[in-house]
């Protein structure tokens, strides 16, 4: 496994931008396929969008097409997320989670097997 660690979370009002950042320290980074998971109050973990393990494939959940960006940087064992125009369903607790199995197409949570202990984002009306 990895240990991962978020950052960038906060309040932003509908419309605005934030940047998640994780960083991940432990085992051969490029070795996981990479994904940004989310739970709202009430609601079940959800998959948002996953990045294969060059960078050069990602999948994205229809719900934020367009609007998140994933991106990393294998020399520096990092995965962000740019995301822009944000809406009031955008708040949850965000978590950054490593697969050494997982397909970044298959959007399951068991596939990953290291996960950050996540962070929020509110998304002010």
């Known amino acids: 496994q990895v240990q991962l660690t978020e950052s960038g979370g906060g309040l932003v009002q509908a419309g605005g931008s934030l940047r998640l950042s994780c960083v991940a320290s432990g085992r051969t980074f490029s070795n996981y396929t990479m994904g940004w998971f989310r739970q709202a109050p009430g609601k079940e973990r959800e998959f948002v969008v996953a990045?294969?393990?060059?960078?050069?494939?990602?999948f994205y959940v229809d719900s934020v097409k367009g609007r998140f960006a994933i991106s990393r940087d294998n020399a520096k064992n990092t995965v962000s997320l740019q995301m822009n125009s944000l809406k009031p369903e955008d708040t949850a607790v965000y978590y950054c989670?490593?697969?050494?199995?997982?397909?970044?197409?298959?959007?399951?949570?068991?596939?990953?097997?290291?996960w950050g202990q996540g962070i929020q984002v509110t998304v002010s009306s």
């Open positions: 990045i294969s393990r060059s960078g050069g494939f990602t």
């Open positions: 989670a490593g697969g050494s199995r997982a397909w970044y197409r298959s959007g399951l949570s068991s596939l990953y097997d290291s």
